[in-house]
């Protein structure tokens, strides 16, 4: 039996349960090759019924500067296969899966650049929570992950200011579980791309002490005394230029 033939069977979607519509998915994303279960669903033609957002990201043309596979469709699949191999999280592994659904709605007539396709994401990303029942926690780190992976891959040429806004965007203070799984969907997008699988991504450990930097900042002044938010902005902001000073000469 081929891996094909073995990969699980999804039931037709219904519109009084989507919390069995989940179930039936993310039973296919948990398996050992994941890309495989979505491939499969394209070539029968149920992704187009189960999940139309992403089967309109077969087609899409990418810069081939930065995507040397060029199809969108085709990237979304290798993100999902790297993101497998990094974690055996569900979350990530959808997260990996929608990411890049905006570039199925920018203008065509500017492909295959694609403004603002982070924002554009997050619209259907919503409409398959509604339709599927994805969990909160599952979409909103794929909410996440679509508004904010470029900014993890600019990570190393970012202002520390601008770090400091992202862990506040992303809620990574208040529950660095939730960072970590970003950071895994924005190392399997970078690494998801035909060529570049095996690249370093030295952003991720970068963005990991960023967040650790900024825990250890102290919020009280040497009487105990809660400072502003502002000081306590500032603090982080410049204890992050330090510690992004001294990576970057390390990676010099």
């Given at each position: 039996?081929?891996?094909?033939?073995?990969?699980?069977?999804?039931?037709?979607?219904?519109?009084?349960?989507?919390?069995?519509?989940?179930?039936?998915?993310?039973?296919?994303?948990?398996?050992?090759?994941?890309?495989?279960?979505?491939?499969?669903?394209?070539?029968?033609?149920?992704?187009?019924?189960?999940?139309?957002?992403?089967?309109?990201?077969?087609?899409?043309?990418?810069?081939?500067?930065?995507?040397?596979?060029?199809?969108?469709?085709?990237?979304?699949?290798?993100?999902?296969?790297?993101?497998?191999?990094?974690?055996?999280?569900?979350?990530?592994?959808?997260?990996?899966?929608?990411?890049?659904?905006?570039?199925?709605?920018?203008?065509?007539?500017?492909?295959?650049?694609?403004?603002?396709?982070?924002?554009?994401?997050v619209a259907p990303i919503q409409a398959i929570k509604e339709r599927l029942g994805v969990p909160e926690h599952i979409s909103e780190l794929a909410e996440h992950v679509a508004r904010y992976h470029l900014h993890a891959h600019r990570a190393l040429e970012s202002k520390p200011g601008t770090l400091v806004k992202l862990l506040e965007r992303t809620n990574a203070l208040g529950n660095p579980g939730v960072f970590e799984q970003f950071i895994l969907a924005a190392q399997a997008d970078?690494?998801?791309?035909?060529?570049?699988?095996?690249?370093?991504?030295?952003?991720?450990?970068?963005?990991?002490?960023?967040?650790?930097?900024?825990?250890?900042?102290?919020?009280?002044?040497?009487?105990?005394?809660?400072?502003?938010?502002?000081?306590?902005?500032?603090?982080?902001?410049?204890?992050?230029?330090?510690?992004?000073?001294?990576?970057?000469?390390?990676?010099?």
């Amino acid at each position: 039996m081929s891996n094909l033939e073995a990969l699980p069977e999804i039931e037709p979607v219904s519109t009084t349960n989507p919390e069995h519509n989940w179930e039936s998915f993310a039973h296919g994303l948990r398996g050992d090759h994941p890309e495989e279960f979505i491939q499969k669903l394209y070539d029968t033609g149920e992704l187009k019924t189960l999940l139309p957002e992403v089967e309109a990201l077969f087609g899409v043309p990418q810069t081939p500067e930065y995507h040397p596979e060029i199809d969108t469709g085709i990237h979304t699949l290798m993100t999902l296969k790297r993101a497998a191999e990094l974690s055996d999280d569900l979350a990530v592994r959808y997260a990996a899966l929608v990411h890049d659904l905006g570039k199925a709605l920018t203008d065509q007539a500017h492909w295959p650049k694609h403004h603002n396709h982070e924002e554009l994401g997050v619209a259907p990303i919503q409409a398959i929570k509604e339709r599927l029942g994805v969990p909160e926690h599952i979409s909103e780190l794929a909410e996440h992950v679509a508004r904010y992976h470029l900014h993890a891959h600019r990570a190393l040429e970012s202002k520390p200011g601008t770090l400091v806004k992202l862990l506040e965007r992303t809620n990574a203070l208040g529950n660095p579980g939730v960072f970590e799984q970003f950071i895994l969907a924005a190392q399997a997008d970078a690494q998801g791309r035909l060529g570049l699988e095996d690249r370093p991504y030295p952003q991720a450990e970068l963005l990991r002490t960023v967040l650790q930097t900024v825990k250890d900042v102290e919020t009280q002044d040497s009487d105990g005394q809660e400072l502003s938010n502002d000081m306590i902005k500032q603090r982080r902001v410049e204890a992050v230029k330090i510690v992004k000073n001294d990576m970057n000469v390390a990676l010099d």
